[in-house]
């Protein structure tokens, strides 16, 4: 998986509950994504970073907050756990410059009841 | 706003077969797009990357167009194998900065 690790791999929580999910990549890659993949909706982006310390907002980041601190970690905590957040959670890097081909990890999926 | 399209949601054929895989966006100002695969319970493989100054984009028996000005991307997979069975998703720029907005994909079965 490109060097791209992500943890837990599955995780049951109860609602209110915070949460945080690990991306880890080995590649030195500048740009790292978190999606989130529902049955009906596909791919959403939630947060990315261009950068450690920059981050900015994708299409559903209610409810998300992300950090990088690190180059090689980004990660996305979910303040408050609610249903609507059961998903599949897919971090993603990308090497910046002219390269722009994405390379996914194998996904985290969360369960909030 | 960018939307991406895919149809069919559901293809099956026989093996040996040739197909083709339908991605249609609505803003034409995209300076590439991106295809790739998903395994069940897997993330996604990148397959294909075609810029916009590029018509077409091959690998193995993959074979990619885009026509910005028709706001549709094929994908053609020559001789189906059942080792090809999967979820195919495209995916257009969402601004700059390599966000991607997806389609909600193709999943492909190849019955032997």
């Known amino acids: 998986d490109a060097g791209i690790t992500q943890s837990p791999r599955h995780k049951v929580t109860e609602t209110g509950t915070p949460v945080t999910l690990r991306c880890h990549q080995t590649?030195?890659?500048?740009?790292m994504y978190w999606y989130r993949q529902d049955p009906g909706h596909g791919l959403r982006l939630i947060h990315y970073?261009?950068?450690?310390?920059?981050?900015d907002k994708g299409e559903v980041s209610d409810g998300y907050s992300v950090s990088r601190s690190k180059t090689e970690d980004f990660l996305l905590t979910l303040e408050s756990a609610t249903s609507s957040q059961t998903s599949v959670y897919f971090c993603?890097?990308?090497?910046?410059?002219?390269?722009?081909?994405?390379?996914f990890g194998s996904g985290t999926q969360l369960s909030v009841l | 706003k960018q939307e991406v399209t895919q149809i069919p949601a559901a293809l099956s054929v026989p093996e040996g077969e040739n197909l083709v895989l339908n991605c249609s966006f609505t803003?034409?100002?995209?300076?590439?797009l991106q295809w790739f695969r998903q395994d069940p319970g897997k993330g996604l493989t990148s397959l294909l990357l075609?810029?916009?100054?590029?018509r077409e984009q091959t690998s193995g028996r993959l074979n990619a167009s885009l026509d910005k000005s028709s706001g549709r991307s094929t994908l053609y997979i020559a001789a189906s194998q059942p080792g090809d069975s999967a979820t195919y998703l495209c995916?257009?720029?969402?601004?700059?900065?390599?966000?991607?907005?997806f389609g909600q994909g193709t999943e492909l079965s190849v019955k032997p």
């Open positions: 993603a890097i990308r090497p910046g410059g002219s390269d722009e081909k994405l390379f």
């Open positions: 590649e030195n890659h500048r740009y």
């Open positions: 970073s261009y950068g450690v310390k920059d981050t």
């Open positions: 803003d034409s100002a995209i300076y590439n």
């Open positions: 075609i810029q916009s100054s590029q």
């Open positions: 995916a257009a720029p969402l601004g700059q900065g390599g966000k991607l907005i």
